[in-house]
């Protein structure tokens, strides 16, 4: 499924926090890596430093995809795994955008800041405007996080998949497959996760409502255990697929807000990445992005693979 990531740079140690991510995912997956720096106006005036930080890039990212391959006992395919810098001029979240189009990019990796200052990429500017506009998945990587263990000296590898039922939400698992079936000598576990929301309490009993002999308390609580009951029916199937395939994979049904309920679940029990569409169900319990996916992103500091 992934043939090119594509890893935009802007020269900051903070940037860089992607790195492990690109050399487990080209070595694990057989992936053409392309580090793109961008710069503005003046790049031309700095070209040859800026050539020589991102070919220096792809110089350490190609010997660390090697001795992935090494430590996990890998074979190399036919041809090596490619890794080649380039460098683009413009607005960042433009060139990156173009650039993944014109080049075929299936994947993007890019951390959510990067330089100090007014230039840096933060959530809210180049990333934001990348993931609103990509075609193509994004893996977000949080950076300058204390204290996290780099995705490459996790002693296993756990992906949380949040689903609301719909097919928008379920588009992701075909990614999810291709990541958890990588060729790796540690397992890799799937959790499924998906919250029943409690109906909002009317200010007034609609009439639909008005024949039902219960309390409004009474008639959530048969709504939450009839959501519960269906979701546990659903996720089990969706475990079969991943089973049928060799992944390990378990399901939870939680109850309360989805967007607290998530990251209130990942940061309780860590994930080494979570997994979701950056939309699904129509409604208050959709997963968009400028609402639960946003909430998420902000809440926690593993990595998120976001399919829009």
Request: hydrophobic share 40%; aromatic share 6%.
């Amino acid at each position: 499924m992934f043939k090119r990531i594509l890893v935009p740079l802007d020269g900051s140690e903070l940037a860089e926090v992607v790195f492990p991510y690109a050399k487990e995912l080209a070595g694990r997956l057989d992936i053409e890596v392309v580090l793109l720096y961008v710069g503005g106006r003046v790049l031309s005036e700095f070209a040859p430093m800026h050539r020589a930080y991102i070919e220096r890039a792809a110089e350490i990212i190609s010997q660390q995809v090697q001795e992935v391959q090494e430590k996990t006992g890998i074979k190399p395919g036919s041809n090596p795994i490619e890794v080649r810098g380039e460098m683009a001029e413009g607005y960042p979240a433009e060139e990156i955008l173009r650039y993944a189009d014109e080049n075929k990019a299936d994947l993007l990796l890019m951390a959510t800041h990067g330089r100090s200052g007014r230039k840096r990429w933060i959530l809210g500017n180049v990333a934001d405007k990348v993931l609103r506009a990509s075609k193509i998945p994004v893996l977000l990587v949080r950076a300058g996080i204390p204290d996290t263990t780099p995705y490459d000296q996790w002693p296993s590898r756990t992906i949380l998949v949040p689903l609301d039922g719909s097919e928008q939400a379920e588009s992701v698992l075909p990614h999810v497959e291709t990541l958890a079936k990588q060729r790796s000598t540690e397992p890799v576990n799937v959790t499924l996760l998906k919250i029943c929301e409690p109906p909002s309490t009317p200010s007034y009993y609609a009439p639909e409502l008005s024949e039902v002999p219960l309390n409004w308390g009474e008639y959530m609580e048969q709504e939450v255990v009839r959501c519960k009951q269906a979701s546990t029916e659903y996720l089990a199937k969706i475990e079969e697929r991943f089973k049928d395939i060799g992944v390990s994979a378990q399901s939870e049904v939680l109850v309360g807000k989805a967007s607290d309920v998530i990251v209130d679940y990942a940061n309780k029990n860590p994930f080494n990445l979570i997994a979701m569409a950056t939309h699904g169900r129509s409604g208050l319990s959709r997963l968009v992005y400028g609402s639960i996916a946003a909430n998420i992103i902000n809440g926690v500091s593993c990595p998120i693979f976001l399919v829009r």
